[in-house]
């Protein structure tokens, strides 16, 4: 039987997320977290720092303080909600949207040479399993915190 906890230690890693830093934009060294966060602010329409938050699976605590220094990288506008001054809306500024989009160009880059060393069936066998995997994953009672 395959060690499937080996399979996805040696994926992580070719993947670079063990990685402390992620990506070098200009003058900005990026990390995962935060390369995730603008990933999500920019894919959301308004979204609140509780929306984000949430949809990383991270502490509201931890959240604030990556919010924090991507607002001090002038990344990330924080502005509070109109119907509720206690919710904060994010938002990239142009700035954060030319990181978000250079790091998603990069990433797409990354992919497509991988995928480039398989032919069409593995290509889509690979994604389609992926996709399995995700949608596995969300129904898992245990999915985004270790079993310990």
């Known amino acids: 039987m395959e060690n499937k906890r080996e399979i996805f230690h040696v994926l992580t890693r070719r993947f670079g997320l063990l990685d402390k830093n992620c990506c070098a934009v200009g003058n900005f060294e990026i990390s995962i977290v935060q390369s995730h966060i603008l990933y999500e602010i920019d894919k959301q329409f308004e979204p609140s720092?509780?929306?984000i938050a949430e949809s990383l699976a991270m502490d509201i605590t931890t959240?604030?303080?990556?919010?924090?220094?991507l607002v001090k990288m002038e990344l990330v506008k924080k502005a509070p909600a109109p119907q509720?001054?206690?919710?904060?809306?994010?938002?990239?500024?142009?700035?954060?949207?030319f990181v978000a989009a250079s790091i998603d160009h990069s990433m797409n880059a990354y992919l497509e040479e991988v995928f480039s060393h398989m032919n069409e069936f593995e290509r889509e066998t690979v994604i389609r399993s992926l996709k399995l995997l995700n949608e596995a994953m969300s129904k898992s009672s245990v999915c985004c915190k270790p079993l310990y």
């Open 63 to 69: 959240f604030s303080r990556q919010i924090q220094s």
């Open 84 to 97: 509720d001054k206690r919710v904060s809306i994010l938002s990239l500024s142009a700035q954060g949207k």
């Open 49 to 51: 720092m509780q929306q």
